[in-house]
């Protein structure tokens, strides 16, 4: 690696202040700082101490955390064509050939317009070019499907960078998530390519002499189905045994490039909580929420339907639920005061559907397969823990993430729609983030201003 | 010294006041500010829902742009007219009077000459009534300023905010539709063009107003203070 710096350090005073590429220093910075760690110390003033893992470093460790979906997505996406036409017994490294040749161009054009739209403004602004594009820019194409037309990827990763946020100051600035951003933005712009309804398995084209998909082939992700006629119908399938929980977990499925596999977000999140660039909080705090929102769902649509359980059960609920919130706001602190407040939150919720008779068939899918289908695990590890858009204190986490959770199984369940639900819930509690730490810092202050003896 | 005393000595040669010329400087302005530096929508941030609701194609916001001027330049000409014998307390219901009856002449005269365009626009011309620029204007400008004045202001604000929906609607019916004036571009052009529905909802105007009010405001260097 000597021999790179030595390179780098060669070239530095062409693009130093009266260099003759003055103008691109930052571009230059960028690459430098990419790849060494800059020689920044602790200053002699001040109480900041600064050690070698910087945000390029942190922002590499996600990339790290992405390449089990990524490898995963590939090796999946030839999976899907080889089953979707009928050649079940194609070899491992066809399936990766495949799935490469349709990702690798989403990666290449996601990368190429961020980058060099990022590095147009950093030169333009003269700011030291933000890292933030490296994580997004794999994001971006991990929560694509595999057949989207390269323009949109394009057009998508351009308005994202842009108008999700450079407008707003560039990384660190935005409100909302730029990889949902680019997704959220196709999703509404051309909702035909992407809206998840349908699957988007790789047919191949004409370039590489690709067959046709079986006959009988029905295009519909689990989630469509769901939402149709509850979990039942996913025996209907074409493939009669592919949406079993144990394949919705592992990913074998029709879906986004990255998304399908729990198993792969898994591994990534053991790896961002490990290394402590992901938060725990979040991670644990969506699952649980989708959890438990799918569970009182079921709950509900017992209840509702089968009718085993009158009145009495109802109002005993209504009141369990408003004791523990009384009990919660007088003599819970800390961070299991937020938990337990958004939870009676989703109790109130529940007992007013239970009084109003909602019942739909979506309600009956069990809640672990909510955990594994569609989006949710992706999101939950690699979309709400983004540091710059999430909550930022302990207590603020747990609300926003039992939040997320509750939310996308509210929208997949009652918004027909949108069959997914992971996407609009982390998009709009990205909004909320700053309201709820702005509450939680007033209550903290509230409390230690109570004790101050003064 | 010697030019404070000739100014002294000129303003004494000319006691009689020399009527301003009919576009003296501040009159361009008048005229000219609220076209850019302090556009309506861009820069007082009024009438943004006439703004994202007819900017769908350009024709009907062409209309509609045609009826805002008209409103607002007689508005602000029959309020300045009448400003000095308006009770201050009652102004706002005197306005409101002048601007419901300029509308509904407006909205008449759609109705007779261009029907399907009354059936487009009808409810967005009536709400011109309550649209916060011909309000602003008639407040802050007419109520205490010369009828050539006000109707030089009335042009001001009503070509400034014509000039951004149109812009609005051009981006967002080229985009969303793929035409401009219901003629289809890209058909014509050859180009097989996949119409972006997101334009045709009113987030597409959002959007694109959000990117005019920030081109605009890196070009003018605008600060809000």
């Given amino acids: ?454 | 010294m010697s030019t404070e005393t000739t100014e002294v000595q000129s303003e004494v040669k000319e006691p009689k006041k020399v009527s301003e010329p009919l576009l003296s400087k501040r009159r361009k302005q008048i005229l000219s500010d609220p076209l850019n530096e302090d556009n309506p929508i861009t820069v007082q941030v009024l009438g943004i829902c006439s703004a994202l609701a007819v900017t769908v194609k350009l024709q009907p916001t062409l209309i509609m742009s045609i009826a805002v001027i008209f409103v607002i330049v007689f508005s602000n000409l029959i309020i300045s007219l009448m400003r000095n014998l308006i009770p201050t307390r009652v102004r706002i219901i005197v306005q409101l009077a002048v601007i419901a009856s300029l509308v509904t002449i407006v909205s008449e005269v759609l109705k007779a000459y261009s029907y399907p365009m009354y059936k487009v626009l009808g409810a967005f011309v009536g709400l011109i009534i309550t649209n916060c620029i011909v309000m602003g204007r008639l407040e802050a400008f007419a109520m205490g300023n010369k009828p050539y004045d006000s109707l030089l202001d009335g042009f001001g604000s009503g070509f400034g905010y014509a000039w951004i929906i149109l812009t609005v609607a051009f981006f967002r019916e080229l985009l969303g539709s793929g035409s401009i004036f219901n003629f289809k571009v890209f058909e014509e052009l050859g180009i097989a063009y996949q119409a972006n529905s997101m334009m045709v909802d009113s987030v597409g105007a959002f959007i694109i107003l959000g990117i005019l009010i920030w081109v605009q405001r890196y070009v003018t260097g605008y600060v809000e203070n």
Avoid at chain 1, 137 to 161: E, H, R, S, Y
Avoid at chain 1, 170 to 186: H, K, Q, S
Avoid at chain 1, 288 to 306: E, P, Q, S, V
Avoid at chain 1, 401 to 418: E, H, K, W
């Fill in chain 1, 1 to 454: 690696m000597k021999f790179l710096q030595d390179i780098f350090e060669k070239q530095k005073p062409h693009f130093e202040k009266g260099g003759k590429w003055e103008k691109y220093y930052y571009i230059f910075e960028a690459h430098y700082t990419l790849l060494f760690a800059p020689k920044d110390v602790t200053s002699k003033k001040g109480v900041q101490i600064r050690d070698a893992v910087d945000m390029k470093r942190m922002m590499m460790t996600v990339i790290i955390a992405l390449l089990p979906t990524l490898i995963f997505g590939i090796w999946n996406v030839g999976h899907q064509h080889f089953l979707a036409t009928g050649q079940e017994a194609a070899t491992i490294l066809d399936k990766f050939a495949i799935g490469a040749y349709a990702v690798l161009p989403i990666v290449i054009v996601s990368y190429a317009t961020g980058l060099g739209i990022e590095f147009t403004f950093a030169t333009i602004r003269r700011h030291p070019v933000n890292e933030g594009f490296l994580v997004s820019g794999m994001l971006i194409p991990l929560i694509m499907p595999a057949t989207i037309p390269l323009w949109q990827v394009a057009l998508a990763t351009a308005f994202a960078v842009i108008i999700g946020k450079e407008v707003f100051g560039g990384t660190g600035m935005n409100i909302l998530n730029v990889a949902l951003t680019a997704r959220a933005f196709l999703y509404f712009a051309y909702p035909g390519d992407i809206s998840g309804d349908n699957v988007w398995t790789y047919f191949g084209d004409s370039l590489i002499g690709m067959s046709d998909p079986v006959q009988a082939f029905s295009g519909a992700t689990p989630l469509a189905m769901a939402a149709a006629d509850g979990i039942s119908s996913f025996s209907n399938f074409w493939l009669s045994d592919a949406y079993t929980f144990q394949n919705m977990f592992l990913g074998v499925i029709p879906g986004s490039i990255g998304e399908t596999s729990t198993l792969m977000a898994l591994i990534g999140a053991a790896i961002l909580i490990i290394t402590g660039v992901g938060s725990w909080r979040i991670i644990l705090s969506v699952f649980g929420g989708a959890f438990l929102m799918g569970y009182l769902f079921n709950f509900i649509y017992d209840i509702n339907y089968t009718g085993q359980l009158g009145t009495g059960v109802k109002v005993a609920f209504l009141v369990g639920t408003i004791i523990l919130f009384i009990v919660n706001q007088k003599f819970i602190k800390g961070e299991l005061k937020a938990i337990i407040g958004v939870l009676a939150g989703m109790l109130i919720f529940t007992a007013v559907m239970l009084f109003s008779g909602a019942a739909s068939e979506f309600m009956k899918v069990p809640a672990q397969f909510h955990l594994v289908m569609g989006g949710m695990a992706f999101g939950a590890v690699y979309m709400a823990t983004d540091p710059v858009t999430a909550s930022h204190t302990f207590q603020g986490k747990w609300i926003y993430g039992i939040m997320i959770g509750a939310l996308t199984v509210l929208i997949r369940v009652f918004n027909p729609a949108y069959p997914e639900g992971i996407m609009l819930a982390i998009l709009l509690m990205n909004v909320f983030a700053p309201l709820i730490d702005i509450y939680v810092v007033k209550a903290n202050k509230k409390r230690r201003l109570s004790r101050a003896t003064v």
